[in-house]
């Protein structure tokens, strides 16, 4: 009899723990368990820990609860300004509602993917070339407004959508390089005429400064020796201003015509001593020569 009382014991206690192996679950802390009961699903949603459900009766399924990072294959497409490119894409989305995630649709993920693309190549027909390039955030927030209105009624939430790369055909790339270049050299003569605008006005500073000053010159021309002294040269081009050489001019003919009003009088007063005299008078004084005439 107690031999018969400890088989029965033991036979209960190997169905428990077979009951007790069919029936445990282990939820861990980022899933949650959603249970069917003869194929109707239970309103309670099981959290992370242990639970128990009826073998045979209940089916638990297990819902991820992290963020998801899917990858948007590479979509060709045509821009608004008839540009064909190629736009890759990231999405990070998550599930709110495991319940709605696993009746809602067959496969969320597969389903999130699929909108994402369509998604994505709407934007690039609605969309310029200059939008895709530089205006990247305006356009991923259209994309995740986009995406995440049929996925809520999925249970899933969008939580954030990135443009990775636009690819461009190689002929608008070297035509883009040609403007970028083209742009550059503008505002390089732009920004070259500017400096030279404010240096001519500097110069003009500095030369009436000079003019009220002459040594200031002096001194600028000795900076300049100085300067090209210090290079070593061999041949040293010393400028002479213009001012200098007027300068001496001036010095060397202010002797010069004192020099001539001297000479003169002088000339003068020996043209008037050797001067000889009259012929009439000459002969007047000569005896002979009157005697001479009366013949």
């Known amino acids: 009899m107690v031999e018969e009382l400890v088989a029965a014991g033991v036979t209960l206690a190997s169905a ?5 192996a069919a029936a445990a679950r282990v939820v861990k802390q980022y899933e949650r368990g959603v249970v069917f009961r003869l194929g109707k699903l239970r309103p309670q949603v099981r959290g992370p820990g242990f639970t128990l459900i009826v073998p045979g009766v209940d089916k638990l399924r297990k819902v991820n609860m992290q963020i998801v990072t899917m990858p948007v294959p590479a979509q060709e497409g045509i821009t608004r300004d008839n540009v064909t490119v190629r736009v890759d894409a990231v999405v990070y989305f998550k599930v709110t509602s495991p319940a709605d995630a696993v009746v809602r649709v067959e496969d969320y993920r597969f389903a999130v993917s699929q909108m994402a693309q369509t998604s994505l190549r709407s934007i690039i027909g609605k969309s310029e070339l200059d939008d895709l390039l530089s205006n990247r955030e305006q356009l991923n927030q259209g994309l995740e407004l986009m995406i995440d209105s049929p996925a809520v009624e999925w249970g899933v939430t969008i939580d954030r ?5 636009v690819s461009l055909p190689e002929t608008m790339k070297r035509s883009m390089a040609r403007q970028a270049e083209a742009d550059r050299e503008r505002r390089a003569r732009v920004i070259n005429a500017d400096a030279e605008l404010q240096a001519s006005k500097k110069l003009a500073e500095a030369a009436h400064q000079m003019s009220d ?18 290079e070593k040269n061999s041949t040293l081009v010393l400028p002479i201003p213009v001012e200098l050489l007027r300068f001496l001019e001036k010095g060397a003919q202010a002797p010069a015509d004192a020099a001539g009003a001297q000479r003169a009088p002088v000339v003068e007063s020996r043209a008037v001593r050797e ?11 000569d005896p002979a020569g009157s005697i001479s005439r009366q013949e």
Request: charged share 20%; no cysteine; aromatic share 2%.
């Open 16 to 20: 428990g723990a077979v009951y007790m």
């Open 161 to 165: 959508v990135d443009i990775k790369d």
């Open 213 to 230: 000053a002459p040594a200031a010159l002096q001194l600028r021309l000795l900076q300049t020796v100085m300067a090209v002294a210090a």
């Open 275 to 285: 001067e000889p005299p009259p012929l009439e008078a000459r002969l007047d004084s």
